[in-house]
């Protein structure tokens, strides 16, 4: 299960790369819980908010619960 401050990986990475190996980012920190879920991405902050059902669709695993 999530809850806030967990860090989860969803199925499709972000657009953003990280500079040490040259990936795109898939690591999330999850900032709010409740109808919607809100995300921050671990390598360049930004900020998405998503509906339960959608994050619950997208999610891949828990990382870090």
């Keep these: 299960m999530y809850q806030v ?3 989860i990986e ?15 980012a898939n ?3 999850i900032t709010r819980v409740g109808a ?3 995300l921050q ?3 360049c ?3 998405i908010m998503l509906s339960r059902h959608d994050f619950e669709r997208k999610m891949k695993k828990v990382l870090q619960p």
């Excluded at 969803?10 to 795109?24: D, N, R, S, Y």
Aim: aromatic share 4%; hydrophobic share 25%; charged share 30%.
């Design 36 to 38: 919607d879920i809100k």
């Design 10 to 24: 969803m199925k499709k990475p972000h657009a953003c790369v990280i500079k040490e190996t040259g990936k795109k």
């Design 27 to 29: 690591q999330w920190k």
């Design 45 to 47: 902050n930004h900020v």
């Design 41 to 43: 991405c671990t390598n």
């Design 5 to 7: 401050g967990s860090l």
